[in-house]
């Protein structure tokens, strides 16, 4: 269902000094009604195969934005000053998160000093704390992951590592094709694949490739970084690359196995 009400926004990015006409739907930070559509009828794509997301419930229209200087403008203003696209409705989404925290929160760089390593470890922390309630999660990784100071991470990595594998096997397998998924934004620490504005139905053998080698590539990137960061703040008795392994093999089997036509 759509909601009807109607609530004031503060855009988190600088406004541009003129609106691109080439592009008849940027708004600058704010969602559009035809792109959540998009999501929408993605998700629900998704929730028919299985595949793990987090879908959104509720739409609300806008009412004012916040302007350059801080005051409070209509959208037809904005529009009328180029600030947003004139025939885009922006909106609010809201989703049925179980936890926002996504996989790139978690990613390891060098660089990285020991206070963001602890923040970064306290957010891991609070996801499997999110993660309690749901019982889409086998009870055994619930409780490998429940205690802080008892973190079992080997049950939960075996677990995640099956878990996205199945998902973007069944998703190729269907012919789509998320096209960002190897951005660390687009995967929640519960294995859920959000974002889906941008996914291909009917998406050919080459796009489905080149998303699966680019996810699960053996070198320093993307998923891995995933994998990487989560050893550095639990012990673990398999490495990064023996889960990218059962990774790839979980995507196998779901993308060869007839019970997931």
């Given at each position: 269902?759509?909601?009807?009400?109607?609530?004031?926004?503060?855009?988190?990015?600088?406004?541009?000094?003129?609106?691109?006409a080439?592009?008849?739907?940027?708004?600058?930070?704010?969602?559009?009604?035809?792109?959540?559509?998009?999501?929408?009828?993605?998700?629900?794509?998704?929730?028919?195969?299985?595949?793990?997301?987090?879908?959104?419930?509720?739409?609300?229209?806008?009412?004012?934005?916040?302007?350059?200087?801080?005051?409070?403008?209509?959208?037809?203003?904005?529009?009328?000053?180029?600030?947003?696209?004139?025939?885009?409705?922006?909106?609010?989404?809201?989703?049925?998160?179980?936890?926002?925290?996504?996989?790139?929160?978690?990613?390891?760089?060098?660089?990285?000093?020991?206070?963001?390593?602890?923040?970064?470890?306290?957010i891991?922390?609070?996801?499997?704390?999110?993660?309690?309630?749901?019982?889409?999660?086998?009870?055994?990784?619930?409780?490998?992951?429940?205690?802080?100071?008892?973190?079992?991470?080997?049950?939960?990595?075996?677990?995640?590592?099956?878990?996205?594998?199945?998902?973007?096997?069944?998703?190729?397998?269907?012919?789509?094709?998320?096209?960002?998924?190897?951005?660390?934004?687009?995967?929640?620490?519960?294995?859920?694949?959000?974002?889906?504005?941008?996914?291909?139905?009917?998406?050919?053998?080459?796009?489905?490739y080149?998303?699966?080698?680019?996810?699960?590539?053996?070198?320093?990137?993307?998923?891995?970084?995933?994998?990487?960061?989560?050893?550095?703040?639990?012990?673990?008795?398999?490495?990064?690359?023996?889960?990218?392994?059962?990774?790839?093999?979980?995507?196998?089997?779901?993308?060869?196995?007839?019970?997931?036509?």
């Amino acid at each position: 269902s759509t909601a009807k009400t109607e609530r004031v926004i503060t855009i988190g990015q600088p406004f541009p000094d003129s609106f691109d006409a080439q592009r008849q739907e940027k708004t600058w930070g704010l969602a559009t009604k035809s792109w959540m559509g998009k999501d929408i009828a993605a998700g629900n794509k998704f929730a028919e195969l299985r595949i793990r997301t987090i879908p959104i419930v509720a739409l609300t229209d806008i009412a004012e934005i916040e302007g350059k200087n801080g005051q409070l403008i209509s959208i037809a203003d904005a529009k009328e000053q180029g600030f947003i696209a004139p025939n885009a409705t922006p909106v609010e989404a809201f989703r049925a998160w179980v936890t926002p925290y996504r996989l790139q929160e978690i990613e390891h760089r060098d660089e990285f000093s020991q206070t963001e390593k602890d923040r970064r470890k306290a957010i891991l922390l609070a996801a499997f704390q999110d993660m309690q309630a749901d019982n889409s999660i086998p009870q055994t990784v619930r409780d490998a992951i429940r205690n802080p100071e008892a973190v079992n991470i080997d049950t939960y990595l075996a677990w995640f590592a099956d878990t996205l594998g199945s998902n973007v096997g069944r998703m190729h397998k269907h012919k789509l094709a998320h096209g960002f998924l190897t951005e660390l934004h687009n995967i929640t620490l519960d294995a859920r694949i959000l974002d889906l504005d941008s996914v291909t139905q009917n998406a050919s053998e080459r796009s489905t490739y080149d998303e699966r080698e680019s996810l699960l590539r053996p070198d320093y990137d993307y998923y891995k970084k995933f994998l990487v960061g989560i050893t550095q703040y639990f012990p673990t008795q398999r490495s990064a690359e023996q889960y990218l392994s059962q990774t790839k093999e979980s995507y196998q089997r779901a993308y060869e196995s007839a019970a997931s036509n």
